[in-house]
């Protein structure tokens, strides 16, 4: 135990003098906090569209007012020239042109209907299709009030009608950084385990210090935990003040569930990221290195750990391999405490998941570890 002791206050000493280790551990974290939950916004909003009104009628100017103050578009320009029109798409400066044909109202009083015409910019398919349901949504609406004023007198009280009340649970507002924060904060505990204890350990590699530590009597496990002990601490500082700092402060989230089960599975979550680092490490012997193969594994982890896009719409074998990514679990969990105050029971899953990576990536490490003389 005494050797441990000392140990660790050599790890603290060490990150303590190191001024930029320091800002990257604790400031860069928050920053991040602080910009990715604004920027990571998929709500589609602010979609320039062009319209071309070649009929100019009441009923064409009715459409155009509707989907002006619907809220998700921007009016590029309103003219009758569809040359020009086409041109705001082809140059990028509209996301949807729409064509109102000549005799638009008249169509639709003697025909009972008539077709508008759509060209949406596709070069982002998220965009698009979004936007493209936006605009169908509202011609539908449209549509249905002119059918409503038609039918008109008793016939419109006559008519039957569905009224559908809708309660969104766990998240009322639909704020969308309510669902990003948790996961986003996830990562960044993330990258400080599995980053930061690497390079710590590299470090030592370069300079030559770890050969002077590999000579002594020191037991390999003690060595260790020295250096993945202080890690541990500093990531469960930093996830604090980023869940009631920046998170409870800036953004209003205030978790509904056990911090103690939130903490519990936090410490477990770390001591498997800190496998991951303590992994990387062994493998690499410059920092330069440890920084490449991180990255790599890190990417994976971001883009398949379901924070930017569902796991359920990826194909099934990138699932399947979901599964075998420990963030998306601590994602998992962050969001079904924080949001919906699930219990022990709902999360037993996730546990035993993470006891396994805990398990799997520690020994792994532990046993390619080798001191040499």
């Known amino acids: 135990m005494n050797t441990l002791i000392f140990l660790l206050q ?5 990150i303590f003098r190191n001024p930029t280790l320091l800002k990257m551990i604790l400031a860069l974290p928050i920053v991040q906090l602080l910009v990715m939950p604004l920027a990571a916004d998929f709500e589609i909003k602010n979609i320039n569209v062009a319209i071309i009104d070649n009929d100019r009628s ?36 509209a996301d949807v042109v729409i064509d109102i044909p000549q005799g638009f109202e008249r169509n639709l009083v003697r025909e009972n209907q008539e077709s508008i015409f759509l060209s949406i910019n ?22 249905q009030n002119i059918r409503m004023d038609w039918i008109g007198g008793k016939k419109q009280n006559q008519a039957p009608s569905i009224d559908i009340v809708a309660i969104n649970r766990f998240n009322p507002m639909l ?21 930061m204890s690497a390079l710590n350990i590299v470090k030592e590699k370069e300079v030559g210090t770890i050969e002077q530590i590999n000579v002594t009597p020191i037991k390999k496990h ?29 953004y209003g989230i205030v978790p509904v569930g056990s911090l103690i089960l939130l903490y519990a599975y936090l410490s477990l979550y770390l001591i498997a990221v800190l496998g991951i680092g303590l992994l990387v490490s062994t493998y690499a012997t410059t920092q330069q290195q440890a920084m ?8 994976i982890f971001l883009l398949m750990s379901g924070l930017f896009t ?3 719409s990826m194909p099934g ?57």
Do not use: C
């Open 10 to 14: 050599k790890e603290f000493k060490q």
């Open 58 to 93: 009441p009923y064409s100017q009715q459409l155009v007012s509707k989907v002006a103050s619907s809220g998700y578009f921007i009016l590029v320009d309103y003219t009758n020239d569809n040359k020009k029109g086409f041109q705001y798409i082809e140059s990028d400066q």
């Open 122 to 143: 596709a070069i982002n398919g998220t965009k698009a299709s979004v936007g493209g349901g936006y605009l169908s949504r509202v011609i539908a609406d449209f549509n």
């Open 175 to 195: 704020n969308y950084q309510f669902f990003m924060v948790p996961g986003i904060l996830a990562f960044l505990v993330t990258m400080i385990g599995a980053y």
């Open 222 to 250: 003690l060595f260790i935990l020295g250096k993945l002990i202080p890690f541990w601490i500093i990531g469960i500082f930093v996830f604090t003040i980023g869940l009631f700092v920046v998170a409870r402060l800036i």
């Open 292 to 299: 490449s193969l991180a990255f790599f594994l890190m990417m």
């Open 310 to 312: 569902p796991i359920e």
């Open 317 to 373: 074998w990138a699932q399947i391999m979901a599964q075998f990514n420990p963030v998306t679990h601590f994602i998992e969990v962050m969001r079904m405490i924080i949001m919906k105050g699930s219990g022990l029971k709902d999360i037993t899953t996730q546990i035993l998941a993470m006891i396994g990576f805990a398990i799997v990536f520690n020994t792994w490490a532990i046993l390619n570890y080798s001191k040499t003389t």
